[in-house]
């Protein structure tokens, strides 16, 4: 059996490497540095967005972006965007799942809660969900293959231009 693997699913290793790679995730975009970010997904990775209503109806993602030349240019638009003095974000993940999927692979669902701090203004909940996530230890990194996050919101908020 393998160190990463214990009889009942991941080892206390695993999920703690799994666990530092999302808040090493979050903390990227909450410091907003969107070029590490792009550093975050395998060559070939996917990110999309869609709405729990959506996800629902198999309706439209709000965004989908595959591979790293796509990233590149969310992380542009996001670096665009955000110009002008932006306040702060900040991500929280819980409820983290991971499962082992292959030799290297593991699947991750967890929850995000985002708030966000316009400048001379309270903090303000911006929007939750979940997400699901394939990761794979590449050179001693873990990398998002996939991240697919699903918000709860109906409504979204104004400037929902946010990585999640």
């Not at 959506?54 to 542009?76: F, I, M, S, T, V």
């Not at 993940?93 to 669902?109: K, L, P, W, Y």
Request: glycine fraction near 6%; hydrophobic fraction near 40%; charge should be negative.
């Amino acid at each position: 059996m393998s160190a990463d693997i214990s009889a009942a699913g991941v080892s206390f290793e695993l999920k703690s490497e799994i666990e530092k790679a999302l808040f090493n995730y979050a903390r990227t975009l909450d410091e907003q540095r969107f070029h590490d970010w792009i550093e975050l997904f395998t060559e070939d990775g996917t990110y999309s967005v869609m709405t729990y209503d959506n996800q629902q109806d198999q309706g439209l993602y709000l965004l989908q972006d595959e591979g790293r030349e796509a990233l590149k240019e969310r992380a542009a638009y996001a670096l665009g965007f955000w110009q002008a003095p932006r306040g702060k974000m900040l991500h929280a993940i819980s409820n983290i799942d991971a499962e082992v999927v292959s030799a290297g692979e593991v699947s991750v669902r967890s929850y995000l809660i985002v708030y966000r701090t316009e400048r001379e203004a309270d903090s303000q909940f911006h929007t939750c969900g979940s997400a699901d996530d394939v990761l794979v230890k590449q050179d001693g990194r873990w990398l998002f293959k996939r991240r697919a996050v699903v918000v709860d919101n109906g409504i979204l908020p104004p400037n929902f231009t946010e990585l999640l």
